[in-house]
């Protein structure tokens, strides 16, 4: 959770960083330490805007952050972290709201709650994780997305996972690499122990949100295959029911 004393909420920011909107997400996902103190961490915006500046100066601000560090069964833990900075801008006039979550629950949590966080020990939590870079910004061949979504109870003990989003990749059909690539996550965050998310200050069952690039397999003895990009239609049973 954010210290006490956090400095997110006075990070100053021009409109003219907006481009032609007046609002932007910055989203963020860190590793505490079991002191509070901040490590590894990468921001993103799902905007389109030329943000480079804005999360610039959300990252060089966590730099200096020190979060109050979470705990399980009594200790503390290391655990990693999702949370957001909203900024809009009215008038010439912006203002940051940070908020521990990504926004995924607004319509029925609203702003007062805090996601379920991960307790990992290492930089390794699933295949592919240490490899993250920013979202939606990866057109090269060979790299695409994905959103993956598991419920989490009150405890802290997932249950359930699954696809919430997912872009550029493709299905193999010979060895299918890619969907066990997936289902292999998919398993893996249901393994993992979590401090669960909180709604105004009591302990809640609700999901954690993992994206992350892909780096999936699309080339065959030195080709490049065309398969056509995978759809929740060729494996229904991976994605979340809406």
Not at 30 to 43: A, K, M, N, P, W
Not at 81 to 91: E, G, H, I, R
Not at 125 to 135: K, Q, S, T, V
Not at 219 to 227: F, K, S, V
Request: net charge negative; glycine share 8%.
């Amino acid at each position: 959770m954010f210290g006490p004393s956090s400095g997110l909420t006075d990070i100053e920011i021009v409109q003219e960083e907006f481009g032609s909107i007046d609002s932007v997400a910055v989203r963020c996902q860190v590793f505490v330490e079991t002191d509070g103190s901040l490590t590894d961490y990468l921001c993103v915006t799902d905007d389109g805007i030329d943000d480079r500046s804005i999360i610039a100066t959300v990252s060089d601000r966590l730099a200096t952050e020190k979060f109050t560090p979470a705990r399980a069964d009594g200790s503390k833990v290391r655990v990693l972290m999702n949370f957001a900075v909203f900024f809009t801008c009215m008038a010439g006039d912006c203002t940051a709201v940070p908020v521990p979550h990504h926004g995924y629950h607004l319509e029925a949590l609203g702003l007062d709650y805090v996601a379920p966080q991960p307790i990992v020990s290492g930089r390794e939590w699933y295949d592919g994780f240490e490899d993250r870079g920013p979202l939606y910004a990866s057109g090269l061949r060979g790299s695409g997305w994905f959103t993956a979504a598991v419920e989490v109870d009150s405890e802290g003990v997932a249950s359930t996972s699954c696809i919430y989003a997912l872009a550029n990749v493709v299905w193999d059909d010979t060895r299918q690499q890619n969907r066990k690539k997936l289902e292999s996550i998919l398993n893996r965050l249901v393994e993992t122990r979590y401090v669960p998310g909180f709604h105004e200050g009591t302990p809640v069952q609700t999901q954690f949100f993992e994206s992350n690039n892909f780096r999936f397999a699309v080339w065959e003895n030195g080709q490049a295959r065309d398969r056509g990009f995978a759809t929740e239609q060729e494996a229904p049973e991976l994605y979340c029911e809406r």
